[in-house]
């Protein structure tokens, strides 16, 4: 397979500049060309907005399923551990990494679940589960914001969501961090595949249980409602249900957490927008919007060309990958005045693209918002003071954007 010839660069995608500022190191890739090769990764870098909501949308000449092709070339040998292979297969039955026809058979049957009355009953439950949370958390001195407010408060709204009993809790926070380096494409975990084929080992052994019970004595629980989700006499099979759950508690729990914890950093950054927002002259719904186009926890998606084609404007090869960039188009000055800057009374029209486009757009994009619509003004009320107690580190992954930490200093 021959390298394309049009606008090839080399870069460090996962490197430190691009790990601490994507939106400026990517800003900068944008600026010579909205996509381009880079020779280091071996792929393509959609920066434009144009550009990477094209790839959204284009079904036919970019694929979503990575995973297959990911197991058919690395994991095929008899001498791979059996475990990371099947790791890597339960992957391959998430929705996001499937296309039509399947793709729409199972996110018509999610939908099913996520969109019935157990869903509706158990948002009223979300201001609870934060008030506990952030009741637990010191009333002043130097916390970690994400580790003692953020991660227990998202964990224990997907955790209650798909009906796990709250002594297990603890537990299924610490499986979602054995999924983050491998989903996240981290490159600073050499024993990630490892640490994968155990979680998933663990978690697909527990989930098992747990439809067992619920298949006999269904609950108002999300994991009931996907037992029971039907679509013209067809039904989720078991392995699906736990794939769904897998995905369900990684994507719902830590990239929540990651926004939440992003926008109160963003906060302390922008003291003008925090008083802003704490005089209740911005909508909370407004905000949250703006939180998710300046700092998502969504930084890019991959594609794989399904065929020859130059729907982006370059001549790609089929078979080669592609890394749509969601941090870079969401500051394209093309669409959004002034990106670089923090406006919380942007008066957004909700073009930002934190949650994906079209057909692949994230299915828990109400829930996300929800939490952190509960999560913000909360913690502004109890914190009169944030302020920011150490240096940052962010997790070393192109995919996601998350910090290790949030040290602050807080008080009343």
Known sequence: MGEPVPQECE?????????????AYFGMIRQIAPVLWDRRSRSWIATGYAEVTAALRDDRHFSSDRIRPFIARKLSSPDIDPRVRAAFDLLADW???????????????????????????LTGQFTTLFDEAIARAPKAGKIDLLADIAVPFSASVISAMLGVPEVDR????????????????????????????????????????????????????LLSALIKAHENDEALSEDEIIATCTLVLFAGSETTANLIANAILALIRHPAQMALLRSGQVAIADAVDEFLRFDGSGKAVTRVVREDTSALGVPMIAGQRVFLILAAANHDPAVFDQPDQLRLDRCSDRKHIAFGYGLHSCMGLQLARLEAAIAIPAILEKYGQIQLAGDLEWHPQLLSRGLKELPVVVGP
Not at 14 to 22: E, M, N, Q, S, T
Not at 96 to 120: E, G, T, W, Y
Request: charged letters at 25%.
């Open 11 to 23: 870069f460090d995608i996962v490197g430190d500049r691009a790990i601490r500022d994507p939106h």
């Open 95 to 121: 929705l996001v990494f499937n296309d039509k026809p399947r793709h729409l058979r199972l996110r018509k049957l999610i939908n099913q679940a996520f969109m019935s009355a157990a869903m509706a009953k």
């Open 170 to 221: 603890n537990r299924f926070a610490d499986w979602h961090r054995l999924f983050g380096p491998v989903i996240g494409a981290s490159l600073e975990d050499p024993n990630k595949y490892d640490s994968l084929a155990e979680g998933v080992s663990q978690l697909a052994e527990y989930v098992r249980g747990l439809i067992a019970i619920y298949r006999d004595q269904p609950q108002d629980n």
